[in-house]
Each structure stands twice: as structure tokens, then as C-alpha cells.
């Protein structure tokens, strides 16, 4: 996909797709981090705490529920 940039104020804007931003859960209170290697923009939604942590709950439930299964599994 190519972009081009859209003039707002006295920057310039990359409007991300719909479609994208549906992909990524991305909406307009994420915080992003913009960055570059020098040659590439790089912008990556930061990490939210909140969701780590329940992920972290979620997957430790899961883990305590099928432990038995999830060894027979690997053997």
C-alpha cells in the first residue's frame, strides 16, 4: 500500500486505513511510539500494562485448567 502524507496545520498527517487500524486494535486513544532506523518510520502502539496483566491472568487460568492435557500433549 502506498501513502502519501495530507497537509494538517503546519505538519503533515499519515491517515491510516480503517481496515488497519480494526487489525492492529488500534483506535484514537492508543499511545503511539513513533521511530526510525534511518532509513524506515516506525510507529508501534505502546504497550498497554492493563492488557499484559490480564493476558498474564488469562494464560495462568489456562495453564492451572489444562496443565494435564498440555503435558500428555508434549509427551
Known amino acids: 500500500m502506498v501513502k502519501t502524507l495530507t497537509k494538517h496545520g503546519n505538519s503533515y498527517a499519515l491517515i ?3 481496515p488497519i487500524l480494526d487489525l492492529l486494535k ?3 486513544e492508543t499511545s503511539l511510539e513513533v ?3 534511518g532509513k524506515s518510520l516506525l510507529v508501534t502502539p505502546v504497550a498497554d500494562p492493563a492488557r ?3 493476558f ?3 494464560l495462568e487460568s489456562i495453564n492451572k485448567r ?3 492435557a498440555f503435558k500428555r500433549l508434549a509427551n
Do not use: G, L, N, V
Request: hydrophobic share 35%; no cysteine; aromatic share 6%.
Open 35 to 37: 521511530s526510525t532506523d
Open 56 to 58: 498474564e491472568a488469562a
Open 16 to 18: 491510516i486505513d480503517k
Open 26 to 28: 488500534i483506535d484514537a
Open 66 to 68: 489444562y496443565a494435564k
Open 52 to 54: 499484559r496483566k490480564r
